[in-house]
Structures are given as C-alpha cells and as structure tokens.
T-cell receptor
Framework: GAVVSQHPSWVICKSGTSVKIECRSL??????MFWYRQFPKQSLMLMAT?????????EQGVEKDKFLINHASLTLSTLTVTSAHPEDSSFYIC???????????FGPGTRLTVT | EDKVVQSPLSLVVHEGDTVTLNCSYE??????LLWYKQEKKAPTFLFML????IEKKSGRLSSILDKKELSSILNITATQTGDSAIYLC???????????FGTGTQLKVEL
C-alpha cells in the first residue's frame, strides 16, 4: 500500500514553454502533498506544501507564479513549471502524506530538462 | 534558517564492513528526525526518531537520536552491495509539516 505515482517520468521541453507534472496517491487519500526539487548531488529541497482545496504554501525563494500548484482532489496534485528556462532543469519529486505529515510517501520523481 | 548536515558526503566500503552515517541539525521547533534511503528514484522511509537515546532497529540497520548533541547516527552492519544508495536524514519541524533534508551520504558497497 501507500503508492505514489508521478507522470511523466521524464520530460524535455524548450525554453519558454510550460510543463505539467502530476502526482497521484494510488491507494490512499492524501490531504497534504509536498513538492521537492533535487539538483544533482544535492538534497531534496521543499518547494511547496499543497493542501487539497486550498492554496499551496510556498517556501521562501520559490516563485509561486512560476511553479503553479493545484491540488484538485485528495489523490491528485499537479505542478506546472511555467515559462521554463534551462535553470529549471532538475529532478522534481512529490510526496503524499498518509495521516500525519511525517508519514510521507514519495513518488518516483520527474526529470525535467529544459533546452 | 533550518539546517541539516550529513557526514561523510560519500564513502566506499567492502561487503561485510560496518558503517556509521552522521546527521546533525540546527532547526527551530524540532519534532523528529527521519532517515531515508534513496536508490535510483524516490526515497524510502527507514526510521523516525523522536526520543533521545532510544535505538530503533530494522535488520542490519539501526539508528539513534541524541537531542542534547542535536545529532543522529545510522549504523549499517555486515554491509551488502544492495545497501549502496544515498542515505538522507531529515528534520521534521514546526507543526510537523515540514521536512528539512540533509545533503545525504552516498554509500557504495563493493565486493
């Protein structure tokens, strides 16, 4: 149980375009989902906390207009990288909380490359 | 600013060796310390430590928290090649919503 999926697994896009990444909790309902970013050989950096039915809470330094988060249902959160630039290339990982926030189950990640 | 530091950054050992990974934290409103194993993709949960001095054990892995020293260690005994991964520790803070991750320790176990 407690499986989280992400789609797509990897995506290549051109500068200036927008990319949407989906995060789904497959066998449980998650009131809270988290979006992380991981650069090569670096740790996971929390970008934002997404609560179903309300606005996401962004961490300091994360542009909310660039990284749009929508948590439309208890099993789906989406992250849209708008007007992507090469520096947005990274590994994006979501997690879904089962019950308590510390019970986070991570998705397999999405590798974004912006050319 | 919350900070979690891990050491060493990477290490290479031989199968059968015992390793100790370190994690120290400087955070506000500390609640718990979590350890994860990250192989190719998503981190998988290993331990959550909330109380100081109580060892948690799972097979060859064990971990303990020292709240006085603001640190934790993860021990792996009789290492196997399958233990090769990045080991991440994270501090759970505030209302329990936020995980601040360390940079990780990359462990490689060779035959």
């Amino acid at each position: 149980g407690a499986v989280v999926s992400q789609h797509p697994s990897w995506v290549i896009c051109k500068s200036g375009t927008s990319v949407k990444i989906e995060c789904r909790s497959l066998d449980f309902q998650a009131t809270t989902m988290f979006w992380y970013r991981q650069f090569p050989k670096q740790s996971l950096m929390l970008m934002a906390t997404s609560n179903e039915g309300s606005k996401a809470t962004y961490e300091q330094g994360v542009e909310k207009d660039k990284f749009l988060i929508n948590h439309a249902s208890l099993t789906l959160s989406t992250l849209t990288v708008t007007s992507a630039h090469p520096e947005d290339s990274s590994f994006y990982i979501c997690s879904a909380a089962l019950g308590q926030p510390y019970e986070q189950y991570f998705g397999p990640g999405t590798r974004l490359t912006v050319t | 600013e919350d900070k979690v530091v891990q050491s060493p950054l990477s290490l290479v050992v031989h199968e059968g060796d015992t390793v100790t990974l370190n994690c120290s934290y400087e955070v506000t409103n500390f609640r718990s310390l979590l350890w994860y194993k990250q192989e190719k993709k998503a981190p998988t949960f290993l331990f959550m430590l909330t109380s100081s001095g109580i060892e948690k054990k799972s097979g060859r892995l064990s971990s303990i928290l020292d709240k006085k020293e603001l640190s934790s260690i993860l021990n792996i005994t009789a290492t196997q090649t399958g233990d090769s991964a990045i080991y991440l520790c994270a501090a759970l803070t505030g209302g329990g919503n936020k995980l601040t991750f360390g940079t990780g320790t990359q462990l490689k176990v060779e035959l």
